[in-house]
């Protein structure tokens, strides 16, 4: 079910919801948007894409070698070549379309290429590796001392290409990417990091968690949104100037399609140079979610452990799951989007929640008691509530064992 929730500008994260075409609208709060920071609404980014509205008109036209480049979509490539620091940029019609076709270009360039790839990579990730038709191995979850032992059995003449992510986005897990580049290196292999749920959100100006770890240096192809805290549309990679021309040369879903509208690119622009200067933002963000997780953990709610932004809440069933979900919407106005399989393994079923910058303390306690109240009404057990200063371990759930990985749920 698609829940019908239309944004009003000023209004983030509260929401329009209506149920039918002929019911009136209801005010929600959205606790489930991907738009971590509010920049969807940012008067700034309205502003730049207005403009160009007025002065470009609509559509590209065509594709990026057929007229389609404007100078919005190349000051929007230098600018978040810049982000990264890395010499080139190359802006896709979205981020799965920016790695399910950058895959098999690289592995088509190194004959022979074998890629390993974390258990828990997004579906866009899988396709491409699927799509290159390359041998693949999947190492554990986060797991470098896997990676290298998975490299030591395969001919060390081999190419091979790492492909992983820095934030996941539904366990919030962080990769360690020194380890796995320090596996990389010893083994001559290249690294393709997702940053998704990374980008405008870590480091000292949002160029992710390989800024804020100052790793980038080390990473051949970071991939990004521009749809997430980003807040417009679209997706990208970095990386060196010869491995970008090579991705612009070959990728057959960067070629064959039209390009980006110049109103998105110059939105995205935009929304980009104001996340590199805004760091309070960033803080904010981090603050919102370790009180949404203190709180929630002090109510004896059963939330994983996450070093990240992203609060996830088990409740390990899909019927149990929508049905508090359309509660906690009809009784406390909530949204909360149930998260089921095939995006998390059957039995791992689960709310995940985005608290933003604009999230009040008064919406974090509503959500709380509206939480801890469905958890009652549904007969859930709640943890041990301690003091929301106490050590975490005993009151984190972990994450239930996968009944099937991700890489195997895709071949359905
Ligand atoms: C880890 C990850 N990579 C890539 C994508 C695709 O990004 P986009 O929405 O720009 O297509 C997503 C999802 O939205 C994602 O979660």
Redesign the pocket.
Known sequence: VFNTVTRQVGMFPVAQRQETSSSTARQVTVWCS?DYLGMGQNTQVIAAMQHSLGTCGTGAGGTRNISGTTRYHVELERELADLHGHQSALVFG??????ASSIPVLVKLLPGCIVYSDAK?????IEGIRHSGAPRRIFRHNDAKHLEQLMQADDRHAPKLVVF?SV??MDGTIAPIADICDVAERHQAMTFI?E??AVGLYGQHGGGVTQRDKLAHRIDII?G????AFGV???YLTGSSCVIDAIRSLAAGFIFTTALPPVVAAGALESVRILKQHHQLRERHQERAATLKAKLRAAGLPLLATPSHIVPLIIGDAKLCKAMSDQLLAKYAIYVQPINYPTVPIGSERFRLTPSPVHTDAMIDQLVDALVSLWRDFDMPLLPTVSASLPASSTFVSVPPPTRQSEELYAL
Request: glycine share 12%; charged share 10%.
């Open positions: 991907n979205s981020c799965y379309a920016a790695n990579n997004h579906a866009s990730l992510e996941y986005s997702d998704v749920h991939s949104t521009l749809g997430k549309y679209g997706g």
